[in-house]
């Protein structure tokens, strides 16, 4: 059993305007077995939360912290992050030149478990993971994500999350440009590696179609860098209904206060 | 608001380095730094290139002709002059040649043929060299030779500033199949001309490997004519030296011949790495592929790629491609990529070219780090990968090692 506990974070970011905060003081609890989704509208901060803990270097802390069971993930580089048991599922992966995919996944799982995976089984497992995810065979020749589609780039982040076997998956808007179909066998992918009963999820979107195939225990609504409210898929239910709307800002603002005061008691 | 995240997030995701899949001439006339043609007279065909035996006929450069503009002519004055090889106390450099008995067939004075059927000076360089060199190499491929092991020539420089001229003449026999390796090391001021027949239905593969120490300077033009139904591959792998300038030109004197000319170059700060690719299409139906893979890193380092190809009115049939991509690794270096394609005919298979320069950034970093993987081995993964589609074409194992081996050693410099 591991816990990722989030508590009081700031972030901020440098813009050619200014510092510019982000996150304004997020706490959120997650432990294995657990799967939370963070919904929320755009621009709310839901990304740079995801980004904060795989340390990318664009965010700074300026208040709270982020352990994995007592370790401080902040004082980590975004590689030590990785090996402590940390994945983030990009909303945008990156196209790496000269990578072959085949390259990639090895080197990646000889640093995650500190040693070369043996490798008769790796190949084979692979294989298995690439049907599963319906992903061409010739993909393991091909360059990290280069070239391919979207929905391509991300059934292969979720590839990577079956077979590095996280202790937190942090899937960031991972159902971002999927069309139905895709987003079932990524969908499939996330509950696989879920029901290995050693991973955490942290499922970020701004839509509810996902949660039709991946059930959280927890839904959170973040708004302005902060959760405003928080519930069990019932939120979800209501949110696919209403929409964000009740959040805005101005009017709402007492409801939100309201809201925020009954999660946390 | 909601503006500005959009963009800060497509800042962050957007696959950085687009222009590794991009092709075609917008790209290119986009890198092409026009400030720089201020003054000079662009010829109207590459066909119309002085070539000529006189050194007369070929003035010092300035650095403002367009074949001399990306150079660093200043650096190049000893090399330029029209000067001798250095003998005392011993010869600039030494050569040494590893071939089977009977290859080498003495030497070639200027004028015996067949030196200078193929190689005709295209610029300053290659004419003070040409005259400079009263014996030039001589190395025969019988017909139907297939030797085991690589031809190789070894040249070695004996210092830094010391002026030398050399002038191969390599004749690959009918229905030969070889492998020459020229290997440069040491330091000199070095002239190279090399002049190579590949006879019809012949199989050759020059390498040539620029491993010289810092301060080594390199000039050379390297000409081949490909004969019918022939294969020639031309490999270029400059790794060393403050300033290398290669021109690899190729032509053809049969149908069905094919020409690759193919390049890796690496360059460190402060070094000029320039390779020039010149294929004639003179005679219908032959084939020639053009690839050059660049890094870069550190302050000043400098790489140039120009290749120009020309399909003559009667080389229909012709099938051509040509493509130069660099991977940029550090802040402060230039990489210039300029592809010419000149077509005279439209009855051709395909004439192709692109160009691309691209960035090993902060978000690739981030993105194999996120997967654990350490910077430095992240760093060496990408540089491998790239410049692998080039060594693997070396195709003699013991060679691929050897400068796998010198690329991450020029990798392991950028760590500090």
């Known amino acids: 059993m591991s816990t990722l506990e989030i508590k009081d974070l700031h972030v901020s970011i440098d813009t050619e305007q200014g510092t510019k905060e982000i996150l304004k003081g997020v706490s959120l609890t ?16 839901k990304s740079t939360l995801a980004s904060t803990i795989a340390g990318h270097p664009r965010y700074k802390v300026t208040g709270g912290t982020i352990t994995l069971d007592g370790e401080d993930v902040l004082a980590m580089s975004v590689d030590e992050r990785a090996r402590a048991g940390l994945f983030l599922a990009m909303q945008y992966p990156v196209e790496v030149p000269g990578v072959t995919m085949t390259n990639f996944l090895r080197t990646a799982k000889t640093a995650i478990d500190g040693q070369a995976p043996a490798l008769r089984t790796w190949t ?23 070239g391919f589609s979207g929905g391509e780039k991300k059934r292969v982040e979720i590839l990577q999350l079956e077979l590095f076997k996280p202790k937190f998956a942090v ?11 895709a987003l079932k066998i990524v969908s499939e992918g996330v509950n696989r590696a879920h029901a290995e009963g050693n991973m955490g999820t942290m499922l970020i979107t701004h839509y509810t179609r996902i949660l039709r195939y991946i059930k959280p225990e927890f839904v959170h609504v973040f708004v302005d860098g902060q959760i405003v409210e928080e519930g069990g898929p019932e939120l979800a239910d209501r949110l696919e ?19 925020a005061a009954a999660a946390q008691a | 608001m909601t503006a500005e995240i959009t963009t800060e997030k497509a800042r962050i995701g957007a696959p950085s380095i687009a222009g590794f899949t991009e092709e075609g001439e917008g790209l290119v006339s986009a890198k092409v730094d026009h400030s720089h043609n201020h003054g000079v007279t662009v010829m109207a065909s590459r066909a119309e290139r002085l070539t ?4 007369a006929d070929f003035a010092l450069p300035t650095g403002r002709e367009e074949e001399w503009r990306f150079s660093p002519v200043r650096g190049l004055a000893n090399l330029l002059s029209d000067t001798a090889t250095e003998l005392d106390p011993e010869p600039a450099t030494a050569f040494t040649v590893e071939a089977p008995e009977g290859y080498v067939r003495g030497t070639l004075a200027p004028g015996a043929a067949p030196r200078g059927t193929v190689l005709t000076p295209a610029d300053r360089a290659a004419v003070v060299a040409s005259a400079n060199v009263d014996e030039a190499l001589h190395l025969v491929i019988p017909a139907e030779a297939e030797p085991a092991e690589p031809l190789r020539i070894l040249v070695h420089g004996a210092g830094a500033g010391r002026r030398s001229n050399a002038h191969f003449v390599i004749e690959a026999g009918a229905n030969s199949r070889s492998v020459v390796i020229v290997e440069h090391t040491g330091a000199a001021d070095h002239n190279g001309n090399l002049e190579v027949i590949v006879g019809e239905g012949a199989k050759l593969t020059v390498i040539s490997v620029q491993l010289w120490e810092d301060d080594a300077k390199h000039l050379g033009q390297h000409d081949a004519e490909v004969g019918k139904d022939a294969v020639y591959k031309h490999i270029a792998v400059s790794l060393g030296g403050s300033i290398v300038r290669l021109n690899s030109n190729v032509r053809f004197s049969g149908e069905g011949a094919e020409a690759e000319l ?25 084939k020639s592929n053009v690839l050059y893979k660049g890094a870069l890193q550190g302050k000043n380092a400098h790489t140039v790629w120009v290749g120009d190809v020309l399909i003559q009115k009667q080389a229909l049939g012709t099938d051509s491609y040509e493509k130069n991509q660099n991977l940029v690794l550090t802040d402060g270096c230039r990489a210039d990529s ?6 005279e005919t439209g009855l051709i298979e395909g004439a192709g070219h692109a160009s691309s320069t691209g960035r090993f950034d902060d978000e690739h970093l981030f993105y194999l780090m996120a997967r654990g993987i350490p910077e430095e081995v992240a760093r060496r993964l990408v540089v491998r990968g790239f410049l692998n589609e080039i060594i693997q074409q070396i195709k003699v194992a013991a060679l691929e090692e050897r400068l796998t081996e010198a690329v991450e050693r020029e990798l392991a410099a950028t760590e500090n």
Request: include cysteine; aromatic fraction near 6%.
């Open chain 1, 30 to 45: 997650i432990r294995t077995g657990e799967t939370h989704a963070i919904m929320g509208p755009n621009g709310s901060g």
């Open chain 1, 171 to 181: 899937l960031d808007e991972t159902d971002s440009g999927l069309d139905v179909d």
């Open chain 1, 241 to 259: 209904e209403e929409g964000y709307d009740r959040y805005a800002t101005g009017a709402g603002a007492a409801t939100i206060a309201a809201a």
């Open chain 1, 124 to 146: 084979k497992d692979v294989k298995a993971a690439m049907q599963q995810l319906r992903i061409d065979a010739d993909f393991a020749q091909r360059n990290v994500n280069e």
């Open chain 2, 262 to 286: 193919l390049g890796l170059y690496f360059a460190d700060a402060g070094q000029h790495l320039e390779h020039r690719s010149f294929v004639d299409h003179n005679v219908a139906n032959c």
């Open chain 2, 338 to 343: 300029v592809p010419n394609l000149e077509i």
């Open chain 2, 52 to 55: 000529s035996f006189n050194v």
